[in-house]
């Protein structure tokens, strides 16, 4: 579904990732666990085309990511296409960035609507159907300000879910919640992963990517340090930096 | 005291602080403000009778109807114009951002009056004939003198809503500013398009921080176009000008004048109340119900309890 080969990015003199090799199956969902400033976080946005990657090469089911390859020559894609790529991709933020001028409703509808063309009548009941999915069927009118935390992020889930994506990433989308709500939207996330979607998950929730991720990814300094089962490398990890993140953490 | 049900607790029913230094310097005020219209009225110079005379006189409605029309007119297409300019200023074309930027810096740089002057008299005598025709053929779709296309209302307009449009481009540049990069980010993320993100997302929130300022702005261009006053454009001042240079009754008619002013910004005023409501949508603060409303404070001001 993703492979990613030798990904480098560079924000000025910054390098985030130095060469970060990775494959992802489909129907797995594959966990990313690392410090802050391991470049995770930049790897997930690369994947979307959130961040153009500085070298390297990767691709989302079979297509370049941000680019068209004909032949040996590769060409840069325009706004509107990379936007076509970007809609069969999920995404979930650390601060879920409802739009706060919808309601909840509106903002499950308003990508199907306007970027696919369903009819609204269509989208509002697959939205409704979403929002029940995730557990919020009585708050579907209320906007994002009367909505907690863990209901605006299951609320964020189910507008990425709209566009039925092939794909969905979730960038720490527990750790801006207080910690009574995180299991809310573990669990919803937990039913995603039972239902076969393809998950990749940058998270700090170890009990998590045990529990239900199939591929552990540990990274450190922009590169992937080691992976495996997670079962394999929380018990018996390999490298000595892996080890030392476990640690302080488990 | 009555029967209360466990663990409820007593209301606090404290006496409020007086402030007695408010009520000193507020009296004074009204003082001065009392003598001031006194002696005002008693020099004979403002006329009631003339003012009522002349307040609902034919002419003066008549300025008043060209000054809505002038105000509204000009602040609408400077409302555009300043959406497409500061959208451009923000391109990543590097000519269209230094395009805006230029039409900004010159536009907010340059007095309007000598603006209103120099559509009205330079660019007649500059350039003699407008012609709007295909390109390489013979076809003529519109063909004028400059100094017939030139009104005073068409310079009016052109000289307030250019200049409108510069100032309301940093203002729709602010609002765009103001809205959280993740929301960009999220719409992005779910295939919209830079063009529709920027109308189904960015704009709208932006609303929020541009309507204050462009409600200022509109009152600001009811009063500003009686500057067109200078271009012969007959609107609310040239009609009074008109009366007072026949018959000499100068403070009645500026009186008349300014009542009609106070009348278009109060309405205008009460009208950006409201927009400004509309646009909380959403906002956690929407819901502060009297409390944020004119009469709410003044309730309070006055020490009464506030409805919550």
Redesign the interface.
């Known amino acids: 579904m993703v492979r990613a080969e030798r990904v480098h990015k560079r924000f000025g003199r910054v390098e985030a990732l130095r060469g970060v090799d990775l494959t992802v199956q489909p129907r797995e969902v594959t966990v990313i666990i690392g410090p802050s400033g391991s470049g995770k976080s930049t790897f997930l946005r690369c994947i979307n085309h959130l961040e153009q990657i500085s070298a390297g090469r990767l691709w989302v089911d079979g297509e370049l990511v941000g680019y068209r390859q004909d032949g040996d020559r590769i060409y840069e894609l325009r706004e509107r296409e990379v936007a076509r790529r970007r809609a069969a991709i999920g995404m979930v933020f650390q601060r879920f960035n409802l739009f706060p001028h919808m309601t909840a409703l509106e903002n499950v509808t308003e990508a199907p609507v306007r970027v696919k063309g369903v009819p609204p009548g269509a989208a509002g009941a697959a939205a409704r159907r979403l929002l029940d999915r995730v557990g919020l069927a009585n708050k579907v009118d209320c906007y994002p300000a009367e909505l907690s935390g863990g209901q605006q992020q299951r609320v964020a889930i189910a507008r990425a879910l709209a566009m039925e994506p092939k794909l969905m990433l979730f960038d720490e989308p527990t750790s801006a919640l207080d910690p009574e709500l995180v299991g809310e939207v573990l669990e919803v996330m937990r039913g995603l992963a039972a239902d076969g979607m393809t998950m990749i998950v940058v998270t700090h929730e170890m009990g998590f990517a045990r529990e239900v991720g199939h591929h552990l990814v540990f990274m450190d300094d922009g590169v992937v340090v080691e992976e495996g089962p997670p079962r394999t490398v929380f018990a018996e990890p390999r490298e000595a930096r892996t080890r030392a993140f476990l640690s302080k953490v488990l | 005291m009555a029967a209360r049900a466990p663990g409820e607790a007593d209301a606090i029913r404290a006496i409020p602080v007086r402030h007695w230094g408010r009520w000193v310097s507020g009296a004074a005020v009204l003082v001065v403000v009392a003598w001031v219209a006194w002696s005002a009225a008693r020099s004979g110079f403002i006329d009631g009778q003339q003012v009522r005379r002349y307040q609902f006189s034919p002419l003066i409605l008549k300025g008043l109807r060209a000054t809505v029309v002038l105000a509204v007119a000009a602040q609408a297409a400077g409302i555009v114009l300043g959406v497409v300019f500061a959208v451009l200023r923000q391109s990543k074309n590097v000519v269209a951002s230094w395009v805006a930027a230029f039409y900004i810096w010159f536009f907010r740089g340059t007095p309007v009056l000598v603006q209103l002057f120099f559509w009205y008299n330079g660019v007649p005598s500059v350039w003699k004939r407008i012609v709007i025709a295909v390109p390489f053929t013979h076809l003529t779709l519109y063909s004028a003198r400059t100094v017939d296309f030139m009104t005073p209302f068409m310079a009016a307009f052109l000289g307030l809503a250019l200049n409108e449009g510069a100032y309301m481009a940093e203002i729709v540049r602010a609002g765009i500013l103001s809205v ?1 990069e ?2 960009v ?10 063009m ?1 993100t920027m109308r ?2 960015v704009l ?2 932006a609303m929020r921080v541009i309507v204050p300022p462009t409600g200022n702005e509109f009152i600001s261009m009811l009063k500003t176009t009686s500057l067109a006053e200078a271009i012969t454009y007959g609107e609310l001042l040239r009609r009074a000008s008109d009366i007072y240079s026949s018959t000499l009754n100068v403070v009645p008619l500026l009186v008349v004048a300014s009542i009609w002013y106070l009348v278009l910004t109060t309405v205008a005023g009460t009208g950006q109340y409201f927009l400004e409501r509309r646009f909380a ?4 603060r929407s819901g502060d119900g009297d409390l944020g409303s004119p009469w709410g404070r003044i309730r309070r001001a006055v020490g009464g309890r506030p409805r919550v």
């Open positions: 959280d993740g929301q980010e999220a719409a992005h993320a779910l295939g919209m398009t830079p529709l189904r997302i709208p929130q949508r959403g906002r956690a």
